[in-house]
Each structure stands twice: as structure tokens, then as C-alpha cells.
């Protein structure tokens, strides 16, 4: 077979047999042609309406914040100069606080609402902008991704694609972003924007939600759900069924509901009823929602969770066994992980270096002389998510005293900051120590540092004093005519023979008794 009729038959194999399944168009075409602005726009309100509306959208997105950021990535100032440092960081936790334009968000709080928006949405935007008295204090102000358009007058411009202006390389040089509900636009210049998405093609100016995977089924669930909850209602409200030839209201008074639905009157409890022959009474079960529904309804939610990147099994099933549920978080951090890399790429030391260069133009800092990177910071994002909090700690501390992990990798890991753990403890130590020479205590009694005790010193002994021979009795003098008894134990006195070395030797009886004893 040649190389050329071989890769025909991986192409036809490949291409779809319309006999067998559904037709569908496929052009491979930019970003910009496959997701038009309406079909953006479409996605986009239907991803927010079953945020709002949907326990388990709402409920997956807000997990992944949670375990992502958790209640903010932490900026840590990381130069050779402490001084620098800490002023760096005393001014930003102060500026945190009033960052927002319209005053409602502290720094925090923003990392969380643009975090769930680009999750929910795929793309939040953030304007650097400047106010107070001189105008020069930094702020910020999110933007929602439906307020970035072209504005109409715009509409025939080729450079300007769904809001977003761009130059021949299609590099984006400006925004459009519409103010209220009028037709009026701000073009704000690129760098003074920060998008942050989560980025599916290499082209694409605008994002697309990630729900759109599975927007349609998150609505078919929904329906399922709705639909089965109205039927269990209806048959909740009917107790018994009268079957049979005769007319209603047996039972009393009869009442139709607007669907038509002919009932008699509810009776109170404890009637006996005498049923008419030919009649008789059924009472009405419901087993809705089955198993099969229960288990089908499970799929639904293995596409929610596949859509937005994490393992069905973290946000729906907590019975698994310890490798299975040790396995789930290994895959739901890697996403986590993920998320936040991009906050704090994207957006948390964007804005650090931004806002720091403001504060230096101001006058509210100076770097030292010198210093060419004063910029530089690490991020911690919050402690990992385990089932095995005392064998995670175990093991991090003998990979501690091996040198296989550092004190920082061990901090990062459980969102700490290691030179703070130092600081820290080196703070309590001095303080420890001044309170227990102020008190006149032993420090042993206050505090267990685990330092192991000091040996008691030994006193060597003294040299034993020289042996004397020891004093000698003399024995007493026996008088004369003594006599003089040695006692010694009874032998008892056995039967013995001696064996002569002669082969012709013959024992007599008496000797063969004596033989057959001593063998036993």
C-alpha cells in the first residue's frame, strides 16, 4: 500500500458519514468569524441567567474562587533592602483600602468579584485610573465585558472588532466602553486596561464563557428537575382515586382546578367510608424521581463540571476512598493552580507595579539609590486543600530535616510567607525570654522548645582506698584426745558391670536386666 492511498484512508475515516449521524458545516475560519458579537452576547446572558438561577453553576463557581484566591492573593515584598520593604508593603495595605473609584470594593474584595466574573463571563475588565484631590491617588474600576462595543458610528470600521481596536498586526491599541445606558462611548487606551480571561485561541480578542459547553444540558437539567417537582406536587395533592362506574363527589363536594383536574372535597381523618359495590378506592403513590432519573441526572452535572475545568467527583461525591479522594484534589488544585496564575499574573502584580510607580511619582515613597528592581514581590494564593492535614505535616517535616524542601516551599504550600514565620517566632522568643527573666522563672517551665536538655554533670569518683588483706582467724586449738568427723552426703550405691572387649563375650540374665534398665 503506498503512503499516499494510506493517509486517504485515515482522512475518510476521519471524515463524518452523514448515514449515520447529523450534518454539520464546519469552516475553519478566525475567532473573530466563529463567535460573532451576537452569538458572544447570546452565550454571555445565558451563562449569567443560569449563574443566578442554577444551585450547581453558582455553587462550582464560587468554590473555585474560593479555593483559587480564597479572601485575596497576598503581596509580599521580596528585595534586599528590609526597609524597603516594609514600607512597600505599609503603603499598598493602605491604599488597598480605598482603591476603589466608586468607593465600594477594597483591593481584596475586587480580586474576588473579577475572579467569579471571569469565570463566570471569561473576561472582566479593569480601568487604571487616577482621582482625589490632585488626581493622582491610583484607582480602579471594573468593567463588565457586555459595556465593551463598537459603537455604531463605528460599525464599517475594519480596525475595530467588537470593541476592541486594533492595528495591522492585530495587537489591541484601544476600548469602547458605553456609559449607562446611553449611546455615548469612552475609548480608553489599551494601557490603562487590564483584561483578564482565560484565553482559548491564540486570535481571539474577545472570550467567550466556558459554560458554553454545556449551557444547553445545564437548561435540560433544570427543566427535568422543574418538570418532575410539578408532578410530584399534583400527585401530593391527591390522596385516593374513587374508581368505577358512577358520578364524582362521593366522597362530599367536588372541585375542578383550572388544568381541569376534578376532585372531591378532603375529608377529615379517621371517616370509614361504606364504598358502593362495583366501586372501590386507590390509593396514590408517586416513586418519582426514580434511580434511573437520579442516575441520568448525574450526567448533567459531570458536564458542568467538565465545562469549567474540575473533577465531578470534588463538587458531587465526597464517599470515595483515600487514594480516589486524594487523586480528585491532586486534579481540582492543578485547576485551582491555574486560576490563580492568571489573577496573579494578569491583574494582582499589574496593578502592585502600577500602583507602587504611582506612589513614588507622589512623593509617598523613594526607593534607595540603586535599587533597580524595587518591584519585586512574591504572591501567595491560599493553604492547599488535604484529607491527610497530619501526614501532609509529618512528611513536610522530614523532607525539612533532609533538605529536600525549604522552609518557603513548606510556607507557599499553606499560604504563609516564610521570612514572616521567621520574624515571627524570632518576636515571641525575645519576648518569651524578657518576661521570664522580668518574672525570675526558668524559661524550661514556660515554654516547650524542643531543644533537647542539658546532661546533668557527672562528679568523678574518688580513688577507692588501697585494699588491706583481710583479717585472718586463727583457728581454734583442739584439745587433746579430740576426734575429729569428716561428714560427707550418702552415696547411693547402683549395680554396675564392666564390658569386656570380647566378641564372644556372653552376658548372663542378670547383666541383660541391668542393660535393658540403663537404655530404658
Do not use: H
Given at each position: 500500500m503506498s503512503l499516499g492511498?494510506?493517509?486517504?484512508?485515515?482522512?475518510?475515516?476521519?471524515?463524518?458519514?452523514?448515514?449515520?449521524?447529523q450534518y454539520i458545516y464546519v469552516q475553519p475560519q478566525d475567532t473573530r468569524t466563529d463567535v460573532t458579537t451576537q452569538s458572544r452576547k447570546q452565550v454571555l446572558g445565558l451563562a449569567?441567567?443560569?449563574?443566578?438561577?442554577s444551585p450547581v453553576v453558582r455553587g462550582a463557581i464560587d468554590c473555585m474562587v474560593r479555593n483559587a484566591i480564597g479572601p485575596g492573593i497576598k503581596c509580599q515584598a521580596r528585595t534586599a533592602d528590609e526597609g524597603w520593604n516594609r514600607a512597600t508593603e505599609e503603603w499598598f495595605d493602605t491604599w488597598m483600602g480605598s482603591c476603589d473609584v466608586r468607593g465600594l470594593l477594597d483591593f481584596n474584595t475586587m480580586q474576588q468579584v473579577a475572579t467569579r466574573t471571569m469565570l463566570r463571563d471569561n473576561e472582566v475588565f479593569l480601568i487604571l485610573t487616577s482621582a482625589g484631590e490632585n488626581g493622582d491617588w491610583p484607582q480602579l474600576q471594573i468593567i463588565e465585558s457586555h459595556r465593551c462595543e463598537t459603537p455604531t458610528y463605528l460599525a464599517n470600521e475594519s480596525r475595530v472588532v467588537d470593541g476592541v481596536r486594533i492595528n495591522a498586526q492585530g495587537?489591541?491599541?484601544?476600548?469602547?466602553?458605553?456609559?449607562g445606558d446611553s449611546d455615548k462611548y469612552s475609548e480608553v487606551q489599551a494601557a490603562d486596561v487590564i483584561v483578564l480571561a482565560e484565553r482559548d485561541r491564540a486570535d481571539e480578542l474577545r472570550s467567550i464563557s466556558r459554560l458554553v459547553t454545556c449551557l444547553n444540558l445545564i437548561q435540560d437539567r433544570e427543566e427535568i428537575v422543574s418538570n418532575t417537582m410539578v408532578g410530584i406536587k399534583r400527585s401530593s395533592t391527591i390522596g385516593l382515586a374513587l374508581e368505577g362506574e358512577g358520578a364524582a363527589g362521593f366522597f362530599g363536594p367536588t372541585t375542578t382546578t383550572d388544568e381541569g383536574i376534578t376532585t372531591d372535597k378532603v375529608f377529615g381523618s379517621g371517616a370509614i367510608w361504606n364504598v358502593p359495590n362495583g366501586r372501590k378506592i386507590n390509593i396514590i403513590k408517586d416513586d418519582r424521581?426514580?434511580?434511573?432519573?437520579?442516575?441520568?441526572?448525574?450526567?448533567?452535572?459531570?458536564?458542568?463540571?467538565?465545562?469549567?475545568?474540575?473533577?465531578?467527583?470534588y463538587l458531587w461525591e465526597a464517599d470515595l476512598s483515600g487514594p480516589s479522594q486524594r487523586f480528585v484534589l491532586a486534579q481540582a488544585q492543578r485547576r485551582f493552580d491555574e486560576i490563580a496564575q492568571a489573577v496573579t499574573?494578569?491583574?494582582?502584580s499589574r496593578v502592585r507595579l502600577w500602583a507602587l510607580a504611582k506612589a513614588i511619582k507622589r512623593g509617598d515613597l523613594t526607593p534607595p539609590r540603586g535599587m533597580d528592581r524595587w518591584w519585586t514581590a512574591v504572591y501567595h494564593t491560599p493553604q492547599r486543600t488535604t484529607i491527610d492535614a497530619g501526614r501532609d505535616s509529618a512528611a513536610d517535616r522530614e523532607d525539612f530535616k533532609l533538605g529536600i524542601r525549604t522552609l518557603a516551599d513548606i510556607a507557599a504550600e499553606r499560604g504563609s510567607d516564610w521570612q514572616e514565620i521567621v520574624d515571627q517566632r524570632v518576636a515571641e522568643q525575645v519576648y518569651i525570654k524578657a518576661k521570664a527573666q522580668e518574672a525570675g522563672v526558668d524559661l524550661a517551665?514556660?515554654?516547650?522548645?524542643?531543644?533537647?536538655p542539658a546532661a546533668p554533670a557527672v562528679t568523678p569518683p574518688s580513688e577507692p582506698p588501697a585494699e588491706e588483706p583481710a583479717a585472718q582467724t586463727p583457728a581454734p586449738e583442739l584439745a587433746?584426745?579430740?576426734?575429729?568427723?569428716?561428714?560427707?552426703?550418702?552415696?547411693?550405691?547402683?549395680?554396675?558391670?564392666?564390658?569386656?572387649?570380647d566378641p564372644d563375650l556372653e552376658l548372663s540374665d542378670k547383666e541383660l536386666d541391668m542393660v535393658v534398665k540403663a537404655i530404658g
Open positions: 492511498s494510506w493517509i486517504g484512508r485515515i482522512v475518510r475515516a476521519g471524515a463524518q458519514d452523514f448515514s449515520q449521524r449569567r441567567y443560569w449563574f443566578y438561577n495587537r489591541p491599541l484601544s476600548y469602547y466602553i458605553r456609559l424521581p426514580g434511580p434511573n432519573v437520579t442516575e441520568f441526572m448525574k450526567e448533567f452535572l459531570r458536564a458542568v463540571a467538565a465545562g469549567l475545568g474540575l473533577p465531578y467527583a499574573t494578569q491583574l494582582v517551665e514556660i515554654q516547650n522548645t524542643g531543644a533537647k587433746a584426745n579430740t576426734v575429729t568427723v569428716a561428714m560427707t552426703a550418702p552415696v547411693q550405691v547402683t549395680e554396675a558391670f564392666t564390658m569386656k572387649d
